[in-house]
């Protein structure tokens, strides 16, 4: 099995779910590029801080794009820990993660695991687990969470973001975060790929600006775009001795 991005963060957050080509390079990355698995891990605690706002918001389903595998700490976890009856669905297009994140899930009729593009939206709205886990008549949180790193500008990521803002009810949250334009983390590439280490991870970096414009129309509750750590740490942990240093960001906006 190739190695994979989502099991590559999986050995990142000491998960159990990845295989030893994953580790191998998954040890590459890190030799060329030693900050990123720090970053997997700020992203994990994001998601919790992120998922508790939303369900503080009265959020009560959520749609899980490119959600990789739902291990330890992910949305279904936060979520359900503070209202057993939220629903969540993840969706990646990846199906060598199907059999590993509905064994994740098993057992819990809250929550599934979808197959699907992104991109082809129909996938997912027509989907039987869909249909069954989310109702977009309410107001639905739709995460994507390093999502468009992978979206290439021909892939119109602008326009993928603005279907799923379109369907959404009023009421309703987009979270949104990417890897911006990192001079540290070019280095690295280039170094991966001098060191002939293998076929690295394709990723597309933007400016804190182009992701500000993924949003749209719908408004951005406080404290904006930020850099990861300073999404409403609640910890001096989460917030990062240089918090502002840190070119992975995040946003959460409120359709109105």
Aim: glycine content about 6%.
């Amino acid at each position: 099995m190739r190695p994979n991005i989502a099991r590559i963060r999986d050995f990142w957050l000491e998960g159990s779910h990845n295989t030893p080509d994953d580790r191998k390079l998954a040890q590459a990355i890190e030799l060329c590029a030693p900050h990123i698995p720090y970053l997997v891990r700020a992203q994990r605690s994001l998601i919790r801080r992120l998922v508790a706002y939303l369900v503080e918001q009265g959020i009560t389903q959520f749609l899980d794009l490119g959600s990789g595998l739902p291990t330890n700490g992910h949305v279904h976890h936060v979520a359900q820990a503070l209202n057993s009856a939220t629903r969540v669905l993840y969706v990646d297009a990846d199906p060598t993660l199907a059999d590993d994140s509905r064994m994740l899930i098993d057992g819990n009729d809250n929550a599934a695991f979808l197959v699907a593009d992104v991109r082809e939206p129909r996938q997912i709205f027509d989907a039987p687990e869909f249909t069954r886990l989310i109702d977009l008549r309410e107001p639905v949180a739709v995460l994507m969470i390093e999502l468009l790193l992978h979206l290439p500008d021909e892939d119109d990521p602008a326009g993928v973001v603005a279907h799923y803002a379109d369907v959404m009810a009023p009421g309703s949250h987009l979270a949104l975060s990417h890897f911006c334009e990192d001079e540290q983390l070019l280095e690295g590439f280039q170094m991966f790929d001098r060191m002939m280490l293998g076929d690295r991870p394709v990723v597309n970096l933007r400016s804190p600006q182009a992701l500000t414009g993924f949003f749209g129309d719908l408004e951005l509750v406080d404290p904006g775009v930020v850099p990861v750590p300073m999404w409403r740490p609640e910890s001096e942990e989460d917030a990062d001795r240089n918090p502002e240093q840190v070119q992975m960001y995040v946003g959460v906006a409120r359709k109105r």
